[in-house]
Each structure stands twice: as C-alpha cells, then as structure tokens.
C-alpha cells in the first residue's frame, strides 16, 4: 500500500473534519521522504553494503553503554538526514526539553510527565507545579530502602513472629508488568532465600497458585496500584485478606503482611492499610513509566537498594543522552524515528523484540504495554484523526527460542518485520559454549535477514529447480542490533529508558499523547455493567447486542447445570 492511499481503519470517523493533510503530512520532509521512499524501497541491503564498505561501522551510535548497530536497515544517509529534518519539523528537541521541564505534556489528562524525576541524581531540581520533586522521589526510595532493610534484615516479622520470606505483588497493567519483567531480568542478583509472585489477573486460578503452596505468616502482599480503585487488583487484594485472615484470624495481622503502593491515600486507608505503610508516586508517573517509582518495591525488596538505585542510574544515564546528545547520534530518536519510517512509509505492522537473553523472557511483555497503551492513539492532541498510521504492533519472544517458532515468518513470509534483536557481550551464567552459540545465532539471525540468500547461491549448493524457490531468502528485512556488556541493573534501567524515549520520540512525531490511555475505558465500564447481570439470582433484563445478551443468558445456564 502506498501512503497516499491510507484511509481510516474500519469505520471509525473523524472526529473532527480535517481540510487536506494534516500537518504532519504538510511537513516539508514529510513529502521528501514519500519521494526518498519512492527511490529506495527496492534497493537492497546487499547493494548498500557493496557501495560502502565501511557501513557496519559508520551507521552505529553508542550511549550509556549501549551499542546501537542501525546499518541492516533500509536507509541511507539522505534517510537519516531526512528523519532527523522530520523531527525537528516537528520540534522534537523543543518537546523534550518540555517533557525534562514539566510541562504539561499529557493534554488529555492535562498532568505533566515527569518520570524522568524518578531517577535523577539527589541534588538535581525537577519542578513541577512550582515545587522540587527530587527529594519528594528520594523520601520515598529512602523509605523503601529502610522498609527492605528491615524485611530482608529478619526485623520486620509477620503477625506470629516468623520471617516474611514470600513477596506477591498484586497489581495489573503497569502496577505488575515492570515488577514482573524486572523481577526476571535482574533475578541473578536476587535474595535467593526469598520468593517472588505476581498476581494480576482477576481470573481467581492467578491467586490461587500463587498462595498453594505458601505459609500466610510467613508472605507479604504489596498492593500496587496508582489509583488504588483498579477492579482486578482490588479484588486480588481483597482475596489475599480474607486468605491471610483465613488463616492468622486476627485484624491486626494485615499491618504486618499487607503494604500499599498507590497515589490514592484515602482508598488505602478505606482498605485497612495503615498510610504509614504506603509507599507513594504522583499523578506526573504513568502507570507504565512506574517502575522506577515506588511501584519498584518488589523489585527493591528482591535485589536490594544498592542494585535498585544502580538502576536508576542507568536509567538516567539515558536520560541525559536523549536530553542533550543531537538527534544524529541520539539512540532513542534514532531508533523513534526508524520505526516512523516502517510504520509510516514502508508500511510495517509490527516491531518483532527478540531479547537474546533469557533473563529478559517478560520484556517484549513489558513493552507491549510501553508501546501499545502509549502510542495506540487515532487522533492528534488537538483531537483530529489521523492520517498516517501510529503505533506498531511490539511482540517477541527471547532467542533462540524464537527461531525455532516464528522467524520462519520474518525471514520468508510476505510481511515486513523490523526486528530488534538485544544481546549481552557477557553471560551471568556461562556454562561451556553456550553464550557463543547463543551470541552467534544473534550475528546469523540479522545477516541472514539482511543478506538473504539469492537463487544462485541455492542452486550452486545443488538444489534441484523446483526446489529453488523453497529454499531462496530474499533479505532485505531490517534489524537493529543493541549490544551491551551484560545485563546488570544499571543496563536494565538504559534499556528501558531507551525504549521509554523512542515511545516519545515516535509519540512526537505522531502529534499523539502517548501519556493517556482512555482506549481502555469502554471495556472496563462495560465489564462493570455485566457483573451484576451474570451474579444476579433472577433472570437479568438485557439490553446489549443479540450476540452479548445469548452469550450472556448461555454463560448463566452453563454455570448452574440443571440437577
Ligand atoms: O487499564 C489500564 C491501566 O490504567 C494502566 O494504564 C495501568 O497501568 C493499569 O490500568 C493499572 O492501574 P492502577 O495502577 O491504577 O491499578
């Protein structure tokens, strides 16, 4: 498809009517990159590589000990160049520099973003609202970081005296996606003696194997939750209440095994955890930029605060770069602006993460909520449809384990898939040769979808005519490669933060606001208004669609089987 020919998806509307293009379309390097793109969407990645020799070497970046390699992609320098005039068209410098300022950026929502306030150094100054936040965010690390000194040091003890050696995290969406992930990225440096669990989901079988094999005295529940009103979280919480009380029969039990992470003071009070042990963000956090806040804190508890602010400091080391270093050599508006160049001009769907690292099993899941929830938007922060595409669709999968499942598709299926492919130089676990042959199938991977193997090549190694076709790889499917030293804290913090500014710089780009969510909205007000017409003992009055209200009336009937 052609971007001229691009229409609505579906029948949704406009909600506004649009005269002629919009302005990103209107853009100067807009048009000259739907040109660009003209003359090079048939060029091949190997004819690129033979005109320059040293292109593996010269399209790289490298920030915050991440070493970007952006040369298996479909461009040129006139592309960068073109990209990089995009942007600042679009005032993407000014736009960070609103986002570091505290400007109120999330319009929808009129509330700034701040979460880069959440990993600056003590003595930096972050205003909002005319007030420092920086030592509002370093009270409540340090209170975290006595909190997990107590707990993991045997002082602070459940109701009957024991040790609390169990963790479970009960939080959805971004309240449980970054503890989840970064339980599992960084579980090489974990307390070893304590267990971690994740319960998010209101489907009761996630709380019921989390606790089935756990002693109440001995497990903590943290209670996740910005607003602190969220009906999966609070139904887990109220579960996880009645289970411990089940159990230790006394009220003042749930002081010692229940803590609360919230914005929402007086809804945690409302639940009976005392404030004095809640741990508190503010509204400038999204919930999917949280996982440095105090939504951490399991994290905190697993890897101890030492590793948690060494996070932080990775994190903000990508800060400063995506803050101050030019959009020529800056990673996150590098790799923002490849993507807007797929999405938006070669057509491409999805963005594949491919993590070579098994540690990082939940990150694609993470970012599928980063990337999703923030840059999924039909309109432009003044309301108008769009009309260009916006946020591709992010899944993966670790490698190897991808390979032997769906990089048939990358490689020879008929969609185009950037990848992202992420590896470390050094294993935590090395064992034998296995971090080589795990590093070399990176290396494989991202030439062979670059480089293909043409039809010669196949019938010089003896394949019989038919045959060819089957066996031919066209190439010329772009990847990026990150590589890093090894997986530490700090990596995880630039990693994410990485992925959080190419979010904003594509966001930017789109004129979206990648900092709302009210696309989830209509399910959850929905979902409230058919819990009582399942429960009900008489027979609901239904006044939803055909389909809902049979589905509805068929659920009832199977749930209670006559006799
Ligand atoms: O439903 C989406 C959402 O609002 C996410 O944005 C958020 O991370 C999640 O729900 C959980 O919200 P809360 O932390 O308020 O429970």
């Not at 993407?92 to 701040?114: P, Q, T, W, Y």
């Not at 594949?352 to 990150?363: C, I, M, S, T």
């Amino acid at each position: 498809m052609t971007i001229s020919s691009r229409r609505p998806v579906g029948t949704v509307q406009p909600d506004r009517e649009q005269p002629g293009k919009s302005p990103l379309r209107s853009r100067p390097a807009w048009a000259l990159l739907a040109q660009h793109f003209q003359r090079l969407k048939d060029v091949q990645l190997r004819q690129l590589f033979a005109n320059d020799p040293a292109r593996g070497e010269r399209l790289v970046a490298e920030a915050a000990g991440v070493y970007l390699d952006y040369s298996k992609n479909r461009i040129t320098d006139e592309t960068l160049t073109l990209l990089v005039q995009l942007a600042r068209e679009c005032d993407l410098e000014d736009h960070i520099a609103a986002m570091f300022r505290g400007d109120k950026i999330n319009v929808s929502e009129n509330r700034a973003v701040l979460h880069v306030a959440l990993r600056a150094p003590r003595d930096a100054r972050i205003m909002h609202d005319g007030r420092n936040v920086v030592p509002d965010v370093h009270a409540v690390l340090d209170k975290m970081a006595d909190f997990t000194a107590r707990l993991r040091g045997g002082e602070w003890k459940g109701r009957t005296g024991k040790r609390i050696r169990n963790i479970i995290n009960i939080g959805i969406g971004g309240s449980d996606l970054g503890p989840v992930m970064a339980y599992e990225a960084l579980r090489h440096y974990s307390d070893r003696t304590m267990t971690f669990r994740f319960v998010s989901n209101v489907d009761g079988t996630d709380f019921a194997e989390a606790v089935r094999d756990l002693d109440p005295g001995e497990t903590l529940f943290i209670v996740s939750s910005k607003t602190f009103t969220t009906l999966e979280t609070m139904s887990n919480a109220h579960t996880a209440r009645a289970w411990l009380l089940t159990s230790l029969k006394d009220e003042s039990a749930i002081a010692k095994h229940f803590v609360a992470v919230s914005t929402n003071a007086q809804e945690v009070a409302r639940f009976g955890i005392d404030t004095a042990n809640m741990f508190g963000f503010w509204d400038w956090v999204g919930g999917r930029y949280s996982m440095d806040s105090a939504i951490g804190l399991s994290t905190m508890l697993a890897i101890g605060p030492d590793n948690f602010r060494a996070m932080l400091g990775g994190f903000h080391a990508m800060d400063e770069h995506f803050r101050s270093a030019p959009l020529e050599r800056n990673l996150p508006a590098l790799m923002g602006l490849l993507g807007v160049w797929y999405t938006d001009f070669f057509d491409a769907q999805t963005v594949a993460v491919l993590p070579y690292e098994q540690y990082l099993k939940r990150f694609p899941a993470y970012l599928q909520q980063l990337t999703m929830e923030s840059n999924g938007k039909h309109v432009t922060t003044d309301g108008v449809r769009v009309d260009y595409d916006t946020g591709p669709i992010y899944w993966g999968e670790p490698g190897t384990n991808g390979q032997h499942s769906f990089y048939q598709l990358i490689h020879q299926g008929t969609r185009l898939i950037p990848c992202d492919f992420i590896a470390f130089a050094r294993t935590l676990n090395p064992l034998g040769r296995h971090h080589d042959m795990l590093l070399a199938n990176v290396f494989a991977q991202t030439e062979a979808l670059a480089f293909g193997k043409t039809a010669e090549e196949v019938r010089a190694e003896g394949t019989p005519e038919w045959l060819v076709p089957h066996r031919l790889f066209e190439g010329n499917r772009p990847s990026n490669t990150l590589l890093l030293d090894a997986l530490t804290p700090v990596a995880l913090g630039t990693l994410v933060a990485l992925y959080e500014h190419i979010v904003f710089t594509q966001g930017t780009i789109w004129q979206i606001d990648s900092f709302d969510q009210w696309g989830v909205e209509l399910g959850k007000a929905l979902a409230q208004k058919i819990i009582p017409q399942l429960e009900s003992a008489s027979e609901p009055k239904l006044e939803h669609d055909s389909s809902t209200n049979a589905l509805i009336r068929r659920y009832r009937k199977s749930k209670r089987p006559e006799g």
